[in-house]
């Protein structure tokens, strides 16, 4: 559960005070998501998320995530808005954490995905892509391959814990992807986190996108690799080819990859499952025991990874030749 920061009702009651949001009638804790602290907020207009930004969102990014969510909402995207206060800003302080109040989205996220979600999840993807151009802020993407060394070397020391070999593998593997990464690729604001737990549908139906919290300036098909990774791999540790086939498709309905782009993917998805692997070895390796958060189990991604280290095109994950 990610609650990192409690609350009290009569701080909560005061920060209500500078919105227009109405009166508190109840709030609860949300026992979801690892980034940030969230409660559910009942009052007398309506449902709201209040979010306390935590460890690894750097303050000075907060305009960009907030002021981002407006211009996606303003060209056409379904994501959730940030309230302003009554002084018109955005952000407001709680608990010492610097807080806001986010409208509610409705629908679920789904736990069992089935290829036609992928397919949506890949539209929605590149409507982002686009609806992002003109967006005047713009953030680096820390977590993409010039922050994936020094995050390495937080863990490589204890590496072989979570298993024997694995800090040579993974030495190699950053040697390997420093050296050959891409860099000019067609780019622009990109999700980075477009993970099932943050897609939202009602029904069959996609309402919305959630956490904009890594988003940033970056290659649009590096998005689409953070996708295949997170939609399309089974429990078991299979790549899906229908369901990439679907999310590629539906993408490709929207924005079509370039030549650059499609012979890219495999690399790319080699370094989205070496990102997710480095956050999520790091909080393994760091979170106290009885912390009120479920820790992720970098191992997943490291098997994914070793997938993609096979993959020659991006065929295997389903394209259809146009
Ligand atoms: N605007 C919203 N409308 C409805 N529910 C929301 C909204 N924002 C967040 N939630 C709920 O809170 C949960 C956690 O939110 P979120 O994914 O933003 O947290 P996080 O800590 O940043 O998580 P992550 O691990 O995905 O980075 C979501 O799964 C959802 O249940
Ligand atoms: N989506 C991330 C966690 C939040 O950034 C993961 O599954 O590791």
């Known amino acids: 559960m990610a609650v990192y920061t409690d609350i009290s009702e009569d701080d909560l009651t005061r920060f209500l005070a500078d919105y227009e949001a109405g009166t508190l009638l109840s ?37 960009f995530f907030l002021g981002l969510m407006h211009h996606l909402a303003d060209h056409g995207l379904n994501c959730p808005l940030p309230l302003s206060r009554r002084d018109g800003e ?29 397919r949506e999840v890949g539209r929605a993807l590149a409507d982002m892509h686009l609806a992002g151009h003109g967006f005047a802020l713009t953030r680096k993407n820390a977590l993409s391959v010039d922050g994936w060394r020094p995050l390495w070397d937080k863990s490589a020391g204890r590496a072989d814990e ?4 694995l800090q040579d593998e993974i030495a190699e593997e950053l040697d390997y992807l420093e050296s050959h990464w891409p860099k000019t690729l067609p780019h622009g604001v990109i999700h980075a986190d477009l993970f099932p737990d943050n897609v939202f549908f009602i029904g069959d139906q996609l309402s919305g996108l959630i956490d904009f919290y890594f988003a940033c300036n970056d290659a649009f098909a590096y998005d689409v690799a953070i996708c295949l990774n997170a939609w399309c791999f089974e429990k078991d540790g299979s790549f899906n080819m229908t369901k990439g086939m679907a999310l590629l498709d539906g993408y490709e309905q929207v924005r079509p990859l370039n030549g650059a782009e499609l012979r890219s993917l495999p690399l790319l998805a080699r370094g989205a499952a070496l990102r997710f692997f480095l956050t999520r070895l790091y909080d393994w390796l760091t979170t106290p025991p009885g912390a009120l958060v ?29």
């Open 27 to 63: 709030y609860k804790g949300i026992a979801e998501g690892v980034e940030n602290s969230n409660f559910l907020l009942h009052t007398t207009k309506g449902a709201f998320i209040l979010t306390l930004y935590e460890k690894r969102v750097d303050p000075n990014d907060l305009p």
């Open 90 to 118: 955005l952000l407001g302080e709680l608990s010492g954490r610097p807080a806001a109040m986010i409208s509610f989205l409705e629908g679920m996220w789904l736990r069992k995905p089935a290829a036609k979600h992928c």
């Open 162 to 165: 979570v298993e024997p070999g």
């Open 294 to 322: 479920v820790k992720k189990d970098p191992l997943e991604y490291l098997r994914k990874l070793r997938f993609h280290r096979q993959v020659k095109s991006a065929e295997e994950y389903g394209l259809v030749h146009r």
